[in-house]
Structures are given as structure tokens and as C-alpha cells.
């Protein structure tokens, strides 16, 4: 038995009736500080990790996201004080890429994990006095900024509901001869319920989706964070009709491992990634609802396309080297449907002081 099924037994045991809700084993799986598949520090990505995201393709998504940055700061008039934010810094390198394309503009990272605060400091040496830490949003300065989050929302814990025909209930997590197992009951909460008010209900018997309340929790939170300005958010997700749609009948929750995946989201817990599909129509909702305004919701090929095109007018009449078609790659990776380019949203919001 892993530490992390010992900790789960435990919980399961203390807990009523014997079960967990899957939100409180997600947490557990991914964040427990010592055995949670994040809690001891950033994963490796890329090609030899378990999952490849925009920031691996290479050092230009940071450069376009400088850009960006800078952009912004024009737009709201230079104003001192002008900040890049970002929250799940991962490993740092988004950060290193951001600070490498740009040389006026301070950094702060939201990092609630000491191992990942030590390994991005580490990183980031070499920007020593221009990058600093807070533990939380209700933590960052009262500044103008543009707040970079990239795959972050789609890793918050999520419970998991099924239809029966009749009525919507909860898939809970109980413990049977030493394996995990889902079992359905009515709904944990009123607010679970209210949410789940909004699903179809013409769906099959069996039909099994996700609800993401720990996403809504951190939009509110975005909303009252001190900083104001622009906030920026990559992720790969749905409109609330295309997250329900009939057939999508299993749900988005899966299991990243070496670039596998699979539905066994009890299996190896604590040793594989977990991830649920954004809800965009109920993030933009909560983002609306608390002040804030919609300023871009799109793929992000068409977005990061548009981003690139005044580095890719200054390469005309000149032919590319080597650095420069890596580059052009890269830039493939991130906008082309085929990649990157369709299978992840950007939604950007512009937060007022």
C-alpha cells in the first residue's frame, strides 16, 4: 500500500458513511505536500515528462507573452509600478522566458508550494531583485498588471456527478478490498446542486460529467486579488453546450502519465497527473459577476497568431537561420490546429482597480 492509499484509507475510514467526494481526492492525488503528484515539486514536460504544454514547444510563447506585457502597459498609459503576475509558475521557465524578452518590468509569482518556490528561485537566479514570491492572491500588491496563468485551472479539483434518468447524483470514492471505487449518492452540497441545476437533463442513464466549484472559488478570488489590469488564461476547455453535449457522455476527467492517458482516474494515485476540462461559460460567468470584463475568448492559434505577427513581419526579406526556424517551429507547435493551436482557449479579462 502507497503513502497516499494509506492517507486515502485513513480518510475514508474517519470519513461518514466511509467516502470521500472525488474533489476532496483530487486534492489529496495532486497536492498533498509530500505523496500528491505535485505536492514535492514541479513534474518534468515536455517529451520526456508526462505531458507537453505550450511552454515546452520553447522559448517564444514567453517572448509573444512579453509582447503582451508590454502591450498592455502601453494601453494603460506606462503607468509605474507595472507588474507581470503569475500563478502555477511551475517549474519557472514561462517566468525565465517572460524575463529574457523583456528587461523593464517586474515579476511575482503566486507559489503556495515551497519545493516549487526553492526550484524557480533557483531558476531564476539569474533575475535575482526583479522576481519575488507571495504565497496567495489576496497576498500580490495593489499594482497595474497583466497576470499570466497558464494550465493552471483545468488541474483544480473537480466532483463528478452522474445522470440516472431521473436525477442528477454524486460519484463518491469508498474503499472496497483495498481498491478505490466510485458508488453514487445524492449531492454533497447546495452549491454543488445549484450548479448542477443548469445540466441537460435529455441525456442516457449513465451519463458522467464534472463540475469544477474549486475553479469558480479561484475567479472569485482573481476578482478581489488588490492588483488591477489585464489578466491572461491558456487552457484547454470547453463552452458550458460543447462540456455537455450528449455525446461526451464520459466526462473530460483522465490520467496523464508518460503522455498516456486513460479514464483510470483511481489508479496510482499521487503518480499521475489528473485533469478536467475548463468550463469557460461558467469562469467568464463568475469573472462578469464580480466585477470584471470579457476582453478575448478564442482558440489559441488565432490568438497567439495574431500575437506573432509583428515578429513574424520583421523576418521578412531575410532568410532564416537555424535559431530563427526553430523558432518558426515553435510557433507552428503553438498555432496550427493540429497542435496546440486548437486544443487549448485563451480567455482574456481586464479587471478594474
Known amino acids: 500500500m502507497s503513502p497516499l492509499h494509506r492517507i486515502l ?8 458513511d466511509g467516502r470521500l467526494t472525488f474533489a476532496e481526492v483530487m486534492e489529496l492525488a495532486l497536492y498533498h505536500p509530500q505523496h500528491g503528484y505535485y505536492g514535492p515539486g514541479p513534474r ?17 510563447y514567453g517572448r509573444l507573452l512579453a509582447a503582451l506585457a508590454r502591450q498592455v502597459w502601453q494601453e494603460m498609459g506606462t503607468p509605474g509600478g ?10 519557472g521557465q514561462l517566468a525565465e522566458d517572460v524575463l529574457g524578452a523583456q528587461s523593464e518590468l517586474p515579476y511575482v509569482i503566486v507559489e503556495p508550494n515551497a519545493a516549487c ?17 507571495v504565497q496567495s ?12 496563468c497558464n494550465e493552471l485551472p483545468d488541474a483544480m479539483p473537480v466532483h463528478r456527478v452522474r445522470w440516472d434518468g431521473r436525477e442528477w447524483g454524486e460519484l463518491y470514492v469508498v474503499e472496497n478490498a483495498g481498491a478505490f471505487q466510485f458508488v453514487s449518492r445524492p449531492l454533497s ?17 449513465g451519463y458522467t460529467t464534472e463540475i469544477g466549484l474549486a475553479s469558480l472559488d479561484w475567479m472569485s478570488a482573481l476578482a478581489t486579488a488588490p492588483f488591477h489590469g489585464t489578466i491572461y488564461i491558456a487552457d484547454y476547455g470547453f463552452d458550458e453546450a460543447e462540456l455537455y453535449d450528449p455525446g461526451r457522455s464520459t466526462g473530460t476527467l483522465r490520467r496523464y502519465h508518460a503522455h498516456q492517458t486513460d479514464d483510470r482516474v483511481l489508479e496510482e494515485l499521487g503518480g499521475c497527473d489528473l485533469t478536467a476540462h475548463v468550463n469557460y461559460t461558467r469562469l467568464i460567468e463568475t469573472a462578469e459577476a464580480g466585477g470584471m470584463t470579457r476582453r478575448a475568448y478564442e482558440h489559441q492559434g488565432r ?4 500575437l506573432g505577427l509583428p515578429w513574424l513581419g520583421s523576418l521578412d526579406g531575410r532568410a532564416p537561420d537555424a535559431a530563427t ?15 496546440l493551436g486548437r486544443s487549448f482557449r485563451v480567455l482574456m479579462l481586464d479587471k478594474p482597480a
Not at 441545476?197 to 442516457?204: I, K
Open 189 to 205: 452540497c447546495e452549491r454543488l446542486a445549484h450548479e448542477v441545476a443548469r445540466l441537460p437533463c435529455d441525456l442516457v442513464a
Open 325 to 339: 526556424q526553430a523558432l518558426l517551429r515553435q510557433y507552428q507547435s503553438l498555432t496550427h490546429p493540429a497542435f
Open 44 to 60: 518534468r514536460l515536455g517529451r520526456g515528462g508526462d505531458f507537453f504544454t505550450a511552454v515546452s514547444t520553447g522559448p517564444l
Open 9 to 16: 484509507h485513513d480518510r475514508l475510514t474517519a470519513a461518514l
Open 137 to 148: 492572491l489576496a497576498d500580490l500588491p495593489a499594482c497595474p498588471a497583466l497576470f499570466l
Open 117 to 133: 518556490e526553492k526550484v524557480q528561485q533557483e531558476k531564476l537566479a539569474a533575475f535575482a531583485g526583479r522576481v519575488r514570491w
Open 82 to 91: 507595472f507588474t507581470v503576475i503569475e500563478q502555477g509558475a511551475h517549474d
Open 303 to 306: 490568438f497567439i497568431g495574431r
